[in-house]
């Protein structure tokens, strides 16, 4: 990689902080409400917990959410997964049909007939990813095979890049957000709005999630933050979202990327 590019993901990522603080002063929010939200909140205390962090970001895909309502439908999800245990999952239900046809019974499921019913591939990614998780004998294994991956940027995107294989749904976006979700920090979520920011500002050099995924984790090592934080910067410009205090700023993605392209033109 050539060092003008080195030093265009500092410039970036430096103008991104300032950016950040100023879009909190503007709405006249303490600078300590950006701290919090860099922080992990997220942790899981055994398997069980993993599991359900899983099939959460299951529920995530493209147009489920509006579907499955996995926060709202929580509480049913818990009683028919046996509070996400991975092992009785698949005692009770040996194939994705058999716990399809369960949700069937549970929910009003329209079009179940249909091969891209989502409802079927919910079922099809629950019963993948509990087979993943029970190849691990308890928590610590589980943290202890997640860092072997944590070398360089090949090593940290070959996790999820396998953790997509391994489970039916999840593209390379779901399995970072697993992998960020759980409380691991090197795995940062390369959503539309990092998508854009990156090929707009000629960070990555195509708008391929693995491509922006790399260029993120890149980003971190050069500018000596962990790609959460990185991730998180950008996410929270984008989205206005400060989700920690229920306070919605708007979004200023497109803002952003036009007055980083104007900084850099003069830099």
Same mark, same amino acid.
């Given at each position: 990689?050539?060092d003008?590019?080195?030093?265009?993901?500092? @410039?970036?990522?430096?103008?991104?902080? =300032?950016?950040?603080?100023?879009?909190?002063?503007e709405?006249?929010?303490n600078?300590?409400?950006?701290?919090?939200?860099?922080?992990? $909140?997220?942790?899981?205390?055994?398997?069980?917990?993993?599991?359900?962090?899983?099939?959460?970001? !299951?529920?995530?895909? @493209?147009m489920?959410?509006?579907?499955?309502?996995?926060? @709202?439908? +929580?509480?049913?999800?818990?009683k028919?997964?046996?509070?996400?245990?991975?092992?009785?999952?698949?005692?009770?239900?040996?194939?994705?049909?058999s716990?399809?046809?369960?949700?069937?019974?549970?929910?009003?499921?329209?079009?179940?007939?249909?091969?891209?019913?989502?409802? =079927? =591939?919910?079922?099809?990614?629950?019963?993948?990813?509990? =087979?993943?998780i029970?190849?691990?004998? /308890?928590?610590?294994?589980?943290?202890?095979?997640?860092?072997?991956?944590?070398?360089?940027?090949?090593?940290?995107?070959a996790?999820?890049?396998? !953790?997509?294989?391994?489970?039916?749904?999840f593209g390379?976006?779901?399995?970072? /957000?697993?992998?960020?979700?759980?409380?691991?920090?090197?795995?940062?979520?390369? /959503?539309?709005?990092?998508?854009?920011?990156?090929?707009?500002?000629?960070?990555?050099d195509? $708008?391929?999630?693995? +491509?922006v995924?790399?260029?993120?984790?890149?980003?971190?090592?050069?500018?000596?933050?962990d790609?959460? $934080?990185?991730?998180?910067?950008?996410?929270?410009?984008?989205?206005?979202?400060?989700y920690?205090?229920?306070?919605?700023?708007?979004?200023n993605?497109?803002r952003?990327?036009k007055?980083?392209?104007e900084?850099?033109?003069?830099?």
């Open positions: 990689m050539a003008v590019n080195k030093e265009r993901y500092k @410039q970036v990522f430096f103008f991104a902080e =300032k950016f950040l603080i100023n879009l909190a002063k709405n006249n929010l600078e300590k409400i950006i701290e919090e939200h860099l922080k992990t $909140t997220s942790k899981f205390d055994n398997l069980l917990d993993a599991n359900k962090r899983l099939i959460e970001s !299951l529920s995530n895909r @493209q489920m959410p509006s579907v499955i309502k996995f926060i @709202q439908n +929580e509480q049913m999800f818990r028919i997964l046996f509070n996400y245990n991975p092992h009785e999952i698949l005692h009770e239900y040996p194939d994705a049909n716990l399809f046809e369960r949700f069937k019974e549970t929910f009003d499921i329209k079009n179940a007939e249909s091969k891209r019913n989502l409802w =079927k =591939k919910f079922a099809e990614g629950i019963i993948s990813g509990s =087979k993943f029970v190849s691990f004998k /308890d928590k610590e294994e589980f943290n202890r095979f997640i860092m072997t991956f944590s070398l360089n940027k090949y090593t940290k995107v996790l999820p890049i396998l !953790l997509s294989r391994e489970i039916e749904g390379l976006a779901l399995s970072c /957000d697993f992998l960020k979700e759980l409380g691991y920090r090197d795995y940062p979520k390369p /959503d539309v709005h990092l998508i854009k920011i990156f090929n707009e500002l000629k960070l990555a195509s $708008t391929d999630p693995y +491509e995924y790399k260029s993120i984790v890149e980003m971190a090592e050069i500018v000596q933050k790609a959460y $934080t990185v991730d998180k910067v950008f996410w929270l410009i984008s989205s206005g979202n400060f920690l205090k229920n306070i919605k700023l708007g979004r993605r497109d952003f990327i007055e980083t392209l900084f850099l033109e003069k830099s």
